[in-house]
């Protein structure tokens, strides 16, 4: 960080090869990262926490505006949060064997970029040109996921009743895998973490098309 002058060292909370920063004011800013780690900080860059961790991508650009925040990847993987970087829906736009090595957001729109001639428009809350099953997305996208913090059940909420089956994977902060299963609800699911330790995990809903991804807080 340079003040007055100055450059300092900052601590990270992962050691790998950090690939693209974006800053949405003078103190929210969101880094993307190598071996799939998302980080923020809320205090100008003394500290740094991640937001999404265990993806397996290599994170290569970040854009921002207001609540929202697009992260591209390799392979056309773009994960982006409606919400500050508290959850995250994973998608694809349309190519994967390209990756993508920039993505900006002005002027109410979208733009990608990357490599074999890679380019693609996007619109706030949705790939329009790009993804072909918008429905899938907003499925996911109204899943609720609680109480969080969380003391043994975690609670599955989908936006409506259907019988698709959920790939669900939970994930530590060293991206270690804890918890894989496999569930297919009708309105609702409970996830027990009873076993696990105290900490941050990632849990993530994977129906073969996109996947969610939430932060979860065990109090104990």
Known sequence: KLNNNTWSTINSPVNVNFNAIALKDSTNGYIATQNGFILKSTNAG??????LSGADVNFTSVALSGDTVWCGASNGIVYYSVNHGQSWIRTCIGVNNKDI??????NNKGYIVGNSGLF??????????VVDNIKEVDELKDIIC?????????????????????????????GKTVMQKQISAASSAQIDMSDLKAGVYFLSLNNNNYIRTFKLIKAK
Do not use: A, S
Request: charged share 15%; net charge positive.
């Open 101 to 106: 090595n920039q993505l900006i957001y002005q």
């Open 46 to 51: 003394l500290n740094w926490n991640i937001v």
């Open 146 to 174: 609680y109480p969080n913090p969380i003391e043994n059940m975690v609670n599955i909420v989908f936006n409506k009743n259907n019988y698709i089956k959920y790939n669900i994977t939970i994930v530590d902060l060293n």
């Open 120 to 129: 693609r428009t996007f619109g706030k809350h949705e790939f329009v040109p």
